[in-house]
């Protein structure tokens, strides 16, 4: 099953880009292209597995040749960590006690 959750989506709205700090109105947040994340034909990954990119970032990501597989991966991997990390610190979520 996908978790969809256009909230959490909306939450990139007037963010900064988390991989170069740009914060010009084009941040979304970018699902991975990862396959352990839902991602398949024609079908997002999981709305959990989403870093805040620009669209730089995000097309440089899903359609750039500058970056190696690998590299991509550990990008995804790095930026949607940074991604929960500014969602946690901005009060956006909140840990369930």
């Given at each position: 099953?996908?978790?969809?959750?256009?909230?959490?989506?909306?939450?990139?709205?007037?963010?900064?880009?988390?991989?170069?700090?740009?914060?010009?109105?084009?941040?979304?947040?970018?699902?991975?292209?990862?396959?352990?994340?839902?991602?398949?034909?024609s079908?997002?990954?999981?709305?959990?597995?989403?870093?805040?990119?620009?669209?730089?970032?995000?097309?440089?990501?899903?359609?750039?040749?500058?970056?190696?597989?690998?590299?991509?991966?550990?990008?995804?991997?790095?930026?949607?960590?940074?991604?929960y990390?500014?969602?946690?610190?901005?009060?956006?979520?909140?840990?369930?006690?």
């Amino acid at each position: 099953m996908t978790y969809r959750n256009p909230k959490l989506l909306s939450m990139a709205r007037d963010q900064a880009c988390v991989a170069c700090g740009l914060r010009d109105g084009t941040v979304v947040a970018a699902h991975s292209n990862l396959g352990e994340h839902g991602k398949g034909m024609s079908l997002k990954a999981h709305d959990g597995m989403t870093a805040w990119l620009c669209s730089g970032c995000h097309f440089s990501l899903d359609q750039g040749s500058a970056m190696t597989r690998q590299e991509r991966r550990l990008f995804t991997l790095e930026n949607i960590c940074k991604t929960y990390m500014q969602l946690w610190s901005q009060g956006l979520i909140k840990e369930n006690t």
